[in-house]
Every structure is written in structure tokens, then in C-alpha cells.
């Protein structure tokens, strides 16, 4: 158990629709990392946020969103959904921003399927 | 990040030692290696990590050779829960992200 938390751990759901997926970072981390691991695509890095404002910025979609709230969990929300969003979502966490050694903990993932 | 290449796949024997190479031949003088590993669809595990000088700890050896162009994970008594895909990322110690590749898919055998 990483100490990083992910709910829900499915979600099925159509074309067109909108979700939110969300993360509870280890106590005392201050990074959150939101990665998207696709069959054909393999995990890819889409979005940073450090402390509540965005650190850094990967392959995510304009149709994405993502925040982090005061209390550092994070959500990630995902619009306008088609066939090819149907992935696994992982959350990421760590102590700081990045600077330095930086270990990333890795939560269980949402499954998405859009149908 | 440098890029890195790894073998797609590979078995080992129950209790034998699981050497799992990486070469990453453009790394620059800033940019640590690092090994996570994912088993079956959990997230991303922690393995390791080095700059230059080999390193150990309770779950693996990193072997980074003399001009860092390479290295090699080692498993030195690989169970079943090892199988898994291990990942072999170089990341400059600035950066606020994991490139995953495609990793190593380690199959150990009874």
C-alpha cells in the first residue's frame, strides 16, 4: 500500500459524457502527478500539481482539467469523453516538486471505460 | 529525459538472480537512472535509483557501469511477485515527471 488513494476504482461510462477522478496524496506530500497508461500508448505523464498550482504541464488534452485543493487532494477532470480516453488513471505523489531526489508513490488507478 | 532501451522481455528461474539491463548511451551528467516496476495493471512501484555509484537496498543492486551508459538491475533471488514489467527511467533531478518506455516484461519461473 503506497498511501496514495484513488477513487473509484472503475468507472464506466458513454461517449460525450464527463467525469471526475480523484486522488488523496501520502500525508506530507506535496506533489501530485496524474499519469494515463493506455493500451497503445503506454503511461504517459499528463499533468503536476505542486501545493495547489500547477508545476508542470504533459500530453494531457484540452478536454482535461485538472486541480489541486487546498487540503492537496487532487482531481482530474475529463470532458466531452470518447472510445479512446478508456485507459487506466494513476495519481501520483511526492514529497516536493521536483528538484532533487523525488520519489513518486503511485495509487491503485481508476479504470475507465467509455462505451 | 535521455532515452533508454530495454529488452522487451525475459524469464528467470525461481531463486536465481534476475539481471535486467538498460542502456541509455545520451545520458548526461545530471540525469539520475531510476528503475520502478509495474505488476499486472497496479500502479508504478519504486525500485531503485543511482547517478553513478552502484547502489543497493532491501529490494534490489543497480549497477551503473563507469560511463554510465548503461546500467543493469539486478533481483539477486527473483520470486514469482517479481514478475513484472520494469521500467528504466533517466531523469535530470529537475524534472517533474516519469517517462515511462516500454519497459521490460520479467517473467519468473517456478
Known amino acids: 500500500d503506497s498511501g496514495v488513494t484513488q477513487t473509484p476504482k472503475h468507472l464506466i461510462t458513454a461517449t460525450g459524457q464527463r467525469v471526475t477522478l480523484r486522488c488523496s496524496p501520502r500525508?506530507?506530500?506535496?506533489?501530485v502527478y496524474w499519469y494515463q497508461q493506455s493500451l497503445d500508448q503506454g503511461l504517459q505523464f499528463l499533468i503536476q500539481y505542486y501545493n495547489g498550482e500547477e508545476r508542470a504541464k504533459g500530453n494531457i488534452l484540452e478536454r482535461f482539467s485538472a486541480q489541486q485543493f487546498p487540503d492537496l487532494h487532487s482531481e482530474l477532470n475529463l470532458s466531452s469523453l470518447e472510445l479512446g480516453d478508456s485507459a487506466l488513471y494513476f495519481c501520483?505523489?511526492?514529497?516536493?516538486?521536483?528538484?532533487?531526489?523525488?520519489?513518486?508513490?503511485f495509487g491503485p488507478g481508476t479504470r475507465l471505460t467509455v462505451l | 529525459d535521455a532515452k533508454t532501451t530495454q529488452p522487451p522481455s525475459m524469464d528467470c528461474a525461481e531463486g536465481r538472480a534476475a539481471n535486467l539491463p538498460c542502456n541509455h548511451s545520451t545520458i548526461s551528467g545530471n540525469e539520475y537512472v531510476y528503475w520502478y516496476r509495474q505488476i499486472h495493471s497496479q500502479g508504478p512501484q519504486y525500485i531503485i535509483h543511482?547517478?553513478?555509484n552502484n547502489e543497493t537496498n532491501e529490494m534490489a543492486s543497480l549497477i551503473i557501469t563507469e560511463d554510465r551508459k548503461s546500467s543493469t538491475l539486478i533481483l539477486p533471488h527473483a520470486t514469482l511477485r517479481d514478475t513484472a514489467v520494469y521500467y528504466c527511467i533517466v531523469r535530470y533531478s529537475g524534472a517533474n515527471n516519469l517517462f515511462f518506455g516500454t519497459g521490460t516484461r520479467l517473467t519468473v519461473i517456478p
Open positions: 500525508s506530507g506530500d506535496l506533489s
Open positions: 501520483a505523489s511526492s514529497v516536493s516538486g521536483g528538484t532533487g531526489y523525488n520519489e513518486q508513490f
Open positions: 543511482g547517478l553513478k
